[in-house]
């Protein structure tokens, strides 16, 4: 199971930190990956880790604002937002896999419930 979390209203430009907490198994050999879905949109890759935290993958929209991280001995994996754009606005969907790409939702095998990010202008 994995709990995403830390979502809510934030101004242009401010920052807010989602977590994604892993329960019933352990996902420290798993990459991790965040999507998000905006009104009327598809769901887009975000960011993603691999599993020892080395490696690190971004959208070209958020790179260098958002920072992905994961802390395995929670069992958790973060994403750190700052400089927030209204385009930003999503529910925000964390995952666990990526087995054959970092980049594609199919080679992800678990997925959290989402949460909603709203960035107002």
């Known amino acids: 199971q994995l709990q995403a979390s830390g979502g809510g209203l934030v101004q242009a430009g401010g920052s807010l930190r989602l977590s994604c907490a892993a329960s019933?198994?352990?996902?420290?050999?798993?990459?991790m990956g965040w999507f998000r879905q905006a009104p009327g949109k598809e769901r887009e890759f975000v960011a993603a880790?691999?599993?020892?935290?080395?490696?690190?993958y971004y959208t070209d929209s958020v790179k260098g604002r958002f920072t992905i991280s994961r802390d395995s001995a929670k069992n958790t994996v973060y994403l750190q937002m700052s400089g927030l754009k209204p385009e930003d606005t999503a529910v925000y969907y964390c995952?666990?896999?990526?087995?054959?790409?970092?980049?594609?939702?199919?080679?992800?095998?678990?997925w959290g419930q989402g949460t909603l990010v709203t960035v107002s202008s």
């Open positions: 019933g198994r352990t996902f420290s050999s798993y990459g």
């Open positions: 995952a666990a896999g990526a087995r054959f790409s970092y980049y594609t939702e199919r080679s992800y095998d678990y």
């Open positions: 880790i691999n599993w020892d935290g080395i490696r690190t």
